[in-house]
């Protein structure tokens, strides 16, 4: 997590991420950490959410870095305990026949603000589909559309 922090703030500011699998589980994470740090204003630090908008496809639970910064072990996050913990503009794509980790999707959204998180689901499995399947394709691009445009108009 420090590298991906030290990265950041070397090579940005970033507006936006896109994360596939477990990509989406760091870039969560990261920003589920941000946001609690945020929380805490009595505490000297200098973050701030890193991305203005976040694109997800097929993501699954990030770690819980309280827990791990308290216990010093990993453990998935609890979704019920952290809903809608991440408040910037969010994009989930995943599909329903996802037979290599069915369990990615629907439960990182449910750690996103309802109000500004987009979801599309399409019928393929563990992959983000390409062009070749137009209709869903056409989906995909008005899902992260939405997420932009709700970035750009919170500036």
Same mark, same amino acid.
């Given at each position: 997590?420090?590298?991906?922090?030290?990265?950041?703030?070397?090579?940005?500011?970033?507006?936006?991420?896109?994360?596939?699998?477990?990509?989406?589980?760091?870039?969560?994470?990261?920003?589920?950490?941000?946001?609690?740090?945020?929380?805490?204003?009595?505490?000297?630090?200098?973050?701030?959410?890193?991305?203005?908008?976040?694109?997800?496809?097929? *993501?699954?639970?990030?770690? @819980?870095?309280?827990?791990?910064?308290?216990?010093?072990?990993?453990?998935? %996050? /609890?979704? &019920?305990?952290?809903?809608?913990?991440?408040?910037?503009?969010?994009?989930?794509?995943?599909?329903?026949?996802?037979?290599?980790?069915?369990?990615?999707?629907?439960?990182?959204?449910?750690?996103?603000?309802?109000?500004?998180?987009?979801?599309?689901?399409?019928?393929?499995?563990?992959?983000?589909? *390409?062009?070749?399947?137009? @209709?869903?394709?056409?989906?995909?691009?008005?899902?992260?559309?939405?997420? %932009? /445009?709700? &970035?750009v108009a919170l500036?």
């Amino acid at each position: 997590m420090e590298d991906l922090e030290a990265y950041i703030a070397s090579e940005g500011p970033f507006d936006a991420v896109m994360a596939f699998s477990q990509g989406a589980i760091i870039a969560s994470g990261l920003m589920i950490y941000n946001q609690l740090q945020l929380r805490h204003p009595r505490r000297s630090c200098s973050h701030s959410q890193p991305f203005k908008c976040a694109i997800f496809f097929s *993501g699954g639970t990030p770690g @819980d870095p309280a827990a791990f910064l308290q216990h010093g072990h990993l453990q998935l %996050i /609890d979704c &019920a305990a952290y809903q809608e913990v991440i408040r910037v503009p969010t994009a989930h794509v995943w599909g329903t026949n996802d037979s290599d980790h069915p369990d990615y999707g629907p439960p990182l959204s449910q750690l996103c603000s309802a109000e500004l998180r987009s979801i599309f689901v399409h019928d393929g499995g563990h992959e983000v589909p *390409g062009p070749k399947e137009r @209709d869903v394709f056409r989906g995909i691009v008005r899902c992260v559309q939405r997420t %932009i /445009d709700r &970035a750009v108009a919170l500036q």
